[in-house]
């Protein structure tokens, strides 16, 4: 037999005390795909799983000496990754139990068919297979790249890893971008954190939330009388975040008429509340984030072109799900044991079919999307594993897009740069159109993505022209 379809076969040891048997069971297991080994003692047996790596276990229950078991506790005792299965003719009840209270995985009576032996043991497989797996990925939770509330291994993420560590201590602000649930505030929680400024406070205000005069009041703060129901002096938070840092969330959505109020506090470092005459000094440094392209807004009129520059001193787009491969089974590893403790439920993975469900799926709301998904799943599932059916309709049935290069007929082969085309216009779809999330996973500059994309005829708004 070729020994790489040798190394593919489930290794199987066969344990009972009757030599015949065991020769009749290792021929018939043969036939069936496995790789039999055989021992007629238990305590033999037993050394052998000590010393040899073994998929599953299949033992006799009455035998000489050690019973099978005895050989069942052992196991699970020194080996609880490995599946026992017990044969037995005395198929009673209580010998079920037993057998299944020492730590066996199945049950099977005499007389048997070699073919439904088969396939306990390969049902026994998958199952080691699938906890070896879980154990896998637990461990690569636990061993997974942290960087205080960020998790990923992701290369994406260990750039944006090595971004915060150089900026952190600097002064400059920082513009922050990203599709919607990509974990933006998180970045800007750690530029806090890790700058001089953390023993000072991080205070977060959301643009897009409220009207303009509330928001105007909040930032800037306004002085008794100013307006009604205004009974008490307020500082607003720019001043409230003396000494530590504020994070204008969302300032793309920032009413207009606020953003020359904004930039000239930014410029001189004053205040000036709401029906006050005095201007009052802050120290305070600014990080903004967006899920919206800046450079769009300033083009068509909505975004001060001063305030943009203001903002964008130096710049990171958090890269979106879609882009970070493995990091999605890691997060919802993460996921599933912080739900599952917080239920008090005892999940404990991903079915093979649910893994590739997560993979296969776009998740245009990103990591919080992700979140809310495995949330709904522990809540749902009924066992130890989460099952693609306890997921929304929307991944369960999710169909990969394709990139289409041809029908296979050679008249109809594309040309290098529909091809590219075809790719581009892809990745701007998977990330909702944001054009820096897009730029960053296609390697290209956002003038060099702009440029491209004019070209195909489907470019709103942007900078200009540029090289790479």
Known sequence: MDSDVQATRPRVLVVDDDLGACQML???????????????NAQEALETVETHDFDVVLTDLRMHGMSGTDLCRSIALGRSDLPVIVVTAFGSLDTAVDALRAGAYDFITKPFDVEAVAMALKRAVEHRALRL???????????????????GSNPAMQELYAF??????????????????????????????????????????????????????????????????????????????NGGTLLLDEIGDMPLGIQPKLLRALQERKVRPVGGNDEIPIDVRILACTHRDLESLVEDGVFREDLYYRVNVISVAVPPLCARGNDVLLLAQHFIEQFSAQAAKTVQGLSPSAAERLLSYDWPGNVRELQNCIER?????????????????????????????????????????????????????????????????????RKTLYRRLRAYGVFIGGGGDGDE
């Open 164 to 241: 915060v560590e150089r900026v952190a201590d600097s002064e400059a602000t920082v513009l922050i971008t990203g599709a919607s649930g990509t974990g933006k505030e998180l970045v800007a929680c750690e530029l806090h954190r890790r700058s001089r400024r953390m023993s000072g406070p991080f205070i977060a205000i959301n643009c897009a939330a409220m009207p303009e005069a509330l928001l105007e009041s909040e930032l800037f703060g306004h002085v008794r009388g100013a307006f009604t129901d205004a009974r008490a002096h307020n500082p607003g938070l720019l001043a409230k975040a």
């Open 26 to 40: 290792a021929d018939g297991l043969e036939d069936q795909g496995f790789d039999p080994t055989w021992k007629t």
């Open 377 to 445: 799943a522990v809540a749902l599932c009924r066992s130890e594993l989460i099952d693609a059916a306890d997921f929304p309709r929307r991944v369960r049935e999710h169909k990969p897009r394709e990139v289409v290069l041809s029908s296979g007929d050679q008249g109809e082969w594309l040309s290098l740069e529909e091809v590219e085309k075809r790719y581009v216009l892809e990745v701007m779809k998977a990330v909702q159109g944001n054009k820096s999330s897009a730029a960053q996973i296609l390697g290209l500059s």
């Open 133 to 151: 797996e879980i154990k896998q990925l637990r461990r690569a939770v636990r061993d997974m790249k942290r960087y205080g509330e960020l998790l």
